[in-house]
């Protein structure tokens, strides 16, 4: 059992006490005996109900259990079944059409469809590289997995395969042919890529091998740029909401064999990650909870850091910033470097013993939204 503290009724461990009091409440404008009486307040006042909850819960499943007991081995009989469960409030009646309005939700979750992470928040690794996924390389994804087909000189080998990389860039430029496609040929054919100026704004201009110059087939996916001593250093397509960069370096390993000199392609990909305190953690006791809840916390200020051996190198891994483009029209153009994050608290069916109140364990979920919310 960990040392505990006493506030009020509840007894709180004290490494979960000295993080909320010193780590968390500090800059919140909450102060940490507010914290603790609002806490008592809220167990007294609904931890019954949520027994209450679980105790029908209960009771529903045993009725369901003696059910299936005494119809064990018998064909299911649809409407004789959806009765029993409408007898015994597992099924309710239909309430009339409602209308649902929602203001200020984020177009990751509103408007933009992409992938979403889970990732238990107390290992802090796992944490950062969801928290970071939202840009990936495609050529490193399609490099490293079966996308690829492993055949005719295409194997993973230990060293760099080049025979490999040449079908990645190959299906790269089939995706973006598809995703930002050119007014004529493909990517796949291009030897240069140039901006223009036309009227103002910044124009996207495509040589091609056969001598032809293409731009894009629908000029607005051009989002933006970045040039270093006026060459064309990353080119910012959009297509869905989602973006496209293309990074281009003459002098890089896989850039100097482009005839573009384009080293890779990046993708805007994980728009959302849920940072989960349930299911994907094994949080068992107070100190497990500090630890969530501290990881949570480096998120929240942007200071979670966690240090790693690759190929015989320390690696620290930290949040992305964001990033920053010259748009066509010569304005700055930001866009977000993390996922859009969300915390998954313990459901209602779950108590804990890193706090108490008057010596019985409380809800966990309690706690979590609490903490983390």
């Not at 009724?9 to 004290?14: F, N, T, Y």
């Not at 102060?31 to 931890?47: H, K, M, S």
């Not at 080998?157 to 598809?178: H, K, M, Y």
């Not at 060459?231 to 002098?251: M, Q």
């Amino acid at each position: 059992m960990s040392e505990t503290v006493s506030v009020g009724g509840l007894q709180v461990a004290k490494c979960l006490y000295d993080l909320i009091n010193n780590d968390i409440a500090p800059g919140t404008d909450v102060e940490p005996a507010a914290f603790w009486q609002a806490l008592e307040g809220i167990v007294r006042d609904l931890g019954p109900k949520n027994r209450a909850l679980l105790d029908h819960r209960d009771a529903l499943q045993a009725k369901l259990d003696d059910w299936h007991s005494a119809h064990k081995g018998q064909a299911l009989d649809q409407r004789e079944y959806q009765a029993f469960l409408a007898e015994i409030g597992y099924l309710v009646a239909e309430g009339p059409d409602f209308t649902v309005s929602t203001e200020n939700v984020d177009p990751e979750i509103a408007t933009l469809a992409g992938p979403q992470l889970v990732v238990p928040v107390d290992n802090a690794r796992y944490a950062l590289n969801a928290a970071n996924a939202r840009w990936g390389s495609l050529y490193d994804a399609l490099y490293g997995t079966d996308v690829i087909p492993a055949t005719d000189g295409a194997e993973k080998t230990s060293a760099f395969n080049p025979v490999r990389g040449a079908r990645v860039v190959e299906r790269a430029a089939q995706i973006l042919d598809q995703a930002a496609p050119l007014a004529q040929g493909s990517y796949s054919e291009a030897t240069a890529f140039a901006l223009r100026d036309a009227g103002g704004r910044k124009q996207l201009s495509v040589q091609l091998a056969n001598g032809a110059s293409t731009e894009l087939a629908n000029a607005a996916q051009f989002a933006g740029f970045h040039e270093t001593d006026g060459r064309l250093t990353t080119l910012l397509l959009v297509n869905n909401g989602l973006h496209i960069e293309l990074l281009f370096d003459p002098n890089d390993a896989i850039g100097k064999v482009h005839p573009a000199g384009l080293k890779d392609v990046v993708m805007e990909s994980a728009l959302t990650t849920i940072q989960d305190c349930e299911d994907s953690v094994s949080a068992v006791d107070a100190e497990d909870k500090t630890r969530v809840y501290g990881n949570w916390l480096g998120i929240m200020q942007g200071t979670l850091e966690t240090t790693l051996n690759k190929g015989g190198k320390s690696l620290v891994r930290r949040l992305n910033p964001d990033r920053s483009y010259t748009a066509p029209d010569g304005s700055t153009l930001t866009l977000p470097g993390r996922s859009v994050l969300l915390v998954r608290n313990v459901s209602i069916h779950m108590y804990t013993d890193a706090v108490t109140l008057d010596g019985a364990e409380i809800p966990e979920g309690f706690l979590d939204a609490m903490v983390t919310v």
